[in-house]
Each structure stands twice: as C-alpha cells, then as structure tokens.
C-alpha cells in the first residue's frame, strides 16, 4: 500500500532525474494529460511524441567585460568598490579630487545665468521693435557660447565621478587613493551578471543539429530549465578535443548563478513515441513503482509498472511496461488505495 515513505521517494527519483549526466527526455508535444483531458480524479495513458535529448556540461561566464578608464586628469579621494564586490548600475566606483573642475564649472554657469538674462531682455526690446536685429544675433551667439561653455564644465565636473555601466561583480582595480590618474588610465575592470552565457564543448554528432535547430536548455543545479535565447556555434574543431566550442546565451534575470559555475546544457537530438502518465498518478516504494487502473466497469487494481524518465516539462513519468494506451490511471494513490481496500 502506498505511504509517505513512497512521497519520499518519489521526491528523490524526480531530483535524481534532473541531476543525471546521461540522457533524459522532455515533452516536445504536451502531454500525457491536458486539463481537458482530466475526468475528476482521474486521467488518461497519452501515447505522446517526446524529444530525446543530450544532456552536457557547461560552464557560466559573463557576455559583457570591461575596463573603466579615467575621463579626466584629478587625484583619487574615494574608493567605493573594490575587487569580488557586487556593484549596481550607476554605482559611484571612483571619486576624484574637483576643487579645479567646480571652480571652472561656477564660473561657467554665472557667465551662463548673464547671458541668458541678457539674451532674454534684448528678444523682449526686439519683439518691440526698438532694437536692431543685429543686437538680438550677438545676444543669441553670446547666450549659444555661455550654454556651451556651461555644458563643458559640467561635462568635466561628472568625469570626476566614475559610476559602474551596468550590474556586475569588480575583478580588478588598477589604482589606489591618493594616486593622480591620467585621461585614459584604467581605474577598475568589472564583468557584467545581467547577461550571462553558457561555455559548452559541443560534440561532432550534435553540431548539425544545433546549427539546424537553434535550441537549447539550461538546466540549473535545482533542476529549474531556461530556454536559451540564443546560440553560437564556432565554425571549426578544437584540434585537441575535436569538439566545436557552443555558446548559449542565457535568458536576463536573477537565477543564483554566476561565471565559473557549472550547469547543464540539454540538446534535442531526436523524437520518439513515449507512454506518459502524469508524475502524481504513480506511486513509488523501495523498487517498486505501480498506478492504480480503473477498468470499464469502474473497478480498480492495483498494478505494477516499469517507470521510465521523469519529463519535467509536463510533469509526468514514461511508463515503459505494464500499462496500456488510453487506461485510466487515478490520480491519487493515497485515496485509490483506501477505495480499493473498501472495493474487496
């Protein structure tokens, strides 16, 4: 009879079946039971067309690297990051001394406040027709000079705060405080964790079908799957492994992922014709795995099956012997083992 212990297992086989290195199958036409499909408590034996897939390793790391650099000549003051430090966009990274680039932009925005004054009371005398429109152009080019003189130094006064492009982690810092940094010399080289990619060693077999199809699934250590978004195969072999080198782009988000870890890369190879019954209808203790069938007349029995992968796009299990196409399996053991022992 079914137990809690079967809960248990059945925990441990879905987990160990999105975790196994080798050849695992996902739902390319779903499924075993639509809701449509579903009768109360219970469902359908669907004959379904799956995918047969190759499952391989690959390594995180980050589409988007760089190093920042100076803008502007000025003594380092502040650090705010430093290596393995988590940064957001627009963080502050770098601040440098400003007391010259202020200065210069005060004096350009007081310059710029009296030609926008006297820009401003000339247009008024002029649309009164008591000023030449000679005066009203030197006005304009003086106020147009101003702004842009205005727009320089508060270019040269920003420059002195270096801020991060994007979300990413610091990997290196090329200067340190009290240092004079020159225009162009790096300060700090960070990679960015919004854009992600996974690094696999593609095998000979697989390559056409890859550059035919397209697709790809990530799968992560909690056995979550993300369709990849995009795919790059690199035109020839590695002369060493003979294997071509594939980069699979993975979708923008948070998933707890970072460069350098290892994931799983699962490739579609080929299609078959599978017996699928949904995962919660198959009950599970030590080696045994069984469904209870409801015949024609209603009855039910309980009987054993061979159980194959686990399809978690559809939620379901591959049964490979013991079970026919279009029975009807209930989809709680607990409660169809109480009705069966009511039944005898």
């Known amino acids: ?9 059945l925990a441990s086989y879905r987990a160990s079946s999105l ?31 799956i995918g047969e897939e190759r499952v391989l390793d690959a390594v995180v790391e980050a589409v988007n690297q760089a190093t920042i650099s100076a803008q502007t000549s000025g003594r380092v003051v502040k650090l705010n990051a430093d290596v393995d430090d988590a940064v957001k966009q627009g963080d502050i990274l770098v601040e440098f001394r400003n007391k010259d680039q202020m200065a210069s932009y005060k004096v350009a925005k007081a310059a710029f406040d009296e030609a926008e004054s006297e820009f401003k ?22 106020y147009k000079s101003a702004k842009a003189r205005l727009e320089q130094a508060n270019e040269a006064l920003e420059n002195t705060i270096v801020r991060a492009p994007y979300s990413g982690i610091v990997v290196k810092r090329h200067i340190e405080i009290g240092e004079l940094a020159k225009p162009g010399q790096a300060l700090m080289t960070g990679l960015s964790l919004e854009t992600l990619r996974a690094n696999v060693d593609l095998p000979q077999d697989l390559v056409k079908v890859v550059r035919e199809q397209k697709k790809a699934t990530a799968i992560l250590k909690d056995g979550n799957r993300l369709a990849v978004t995009k795919i790059t195969v690199s035109p020839y072999a590695d002369s060493k ?16 992922i970072y460069p350098g870890m290892f994931i799983k890369v699962a490739i579609v190879h080929s299609t078959k014709q599978s017996l699928l019954v949904p995962a919660k209808a198959v009950a599970m203790r030590s080696e045994v795995s069984a469904v209870y069938v409801k015949d024609k007349e209603n009855k039910l029995s309980f009987r054993q099956v061979r159980v194959g992968a686990y399809i978690p796009a559809s939620d379901s299990y591959e049964i490979l012997a013991g079970l026919e196409r279009n029975e009807k399996v209930m989809l709680d053991p607990v409660a169809s083992a109480a009705k069966l022992k009511l039944q005898e």
């Open 19 to 49: 975790a196994s290195p080798f050849i695992i199958f996902t739902a390319l036409a779903f499924s075993a039971v639509s809701h449509a499909e579903e009768k109360a408590d219970w469902a359908f034996a669907k004959n379904v067309h």
């Open 1 to 9: 009879m079914f137990s809690l212990r079967g809960l248990a297992s």
């Open 121 to 142: 009371r000339i247009e008024d005398i002029y649309s009164k027709k008591l000023v030449a429109k000679t005066a009203l152009d030197r006005a304009s080019a003086s």
């Open 241 to 256: 492994n003979h294997t071509f080198q594939m980069r699979a782009e993975l979708p923008k988000g948070d998933y707890g």
